[in-house]
């Protein structure tokens, strides 16, 4: 018997310079995803979804203090994000939480025509991609 989890995402641990705001602009978005808190400690907080789940960290071993999207490294996270209406709603609301739209000129097919999407950057720099279905 095949194992069913073999290749699937387990977590995404991103080291932020700033835990509380990674907590209140990240908790928004992945709150607004299904997520649920999963772990908290003094330096990071975990949201988790089904089996994977997504840590912010502010650890004492930063190198640094930015992180750049355009940077070798991670450039974004993309979720599915449900109806198009459900996609709209998160961009609106996304200024008020600290995200702002990248590409807002070609909203919302920056991924080209076919593609209905949100791209969203926070304070910190990290982008994601919110995807609406079909």
Excluded: C
């Excluded at 459900?86 to 996304?94: E, F, I, L, P, S």
């Excluded at 097919?109 to 079909?134: C, K, R």
Aim: avoid cysteine.
């Amino acid at each position: 018997m095949a194992d069913e989890s073999l290749g699937a995402l387990h977590h995404v641990e991103l080291w932020v310079p700033d835990l509380g705001r990674a907590r209140d602009e990240w908790g928004w978005l992945l709150s607004g995803l299904g997520y649920d808190q999963y772990q908290d400690w003094p330096r990071g907080r975990s949201w988790r979804r089904g089996s994977t789940y997504i840590v912010v960290e502010e650890s004492p071993a930063l190198s640094g203090r930015t992180h750049r999207r355009t940077a070798p490294g991670l450039n974004h996270l993309a979720f599915h994000a449900g109806t198009r209406q459900q996609v709209d709603m998160v961009a609106a609301d996304a200024p008020a939480n600290g995200w702002t739209e990248l590409f807002p000129d070609k909203y919302p097919h920056a991924g080209g025509p076919e593609h209905f999407a949100a791209y969203l950057v926070n304070s910190d720099g990290f982008e994601v991609e919110l995807i609406a279905a079909g």
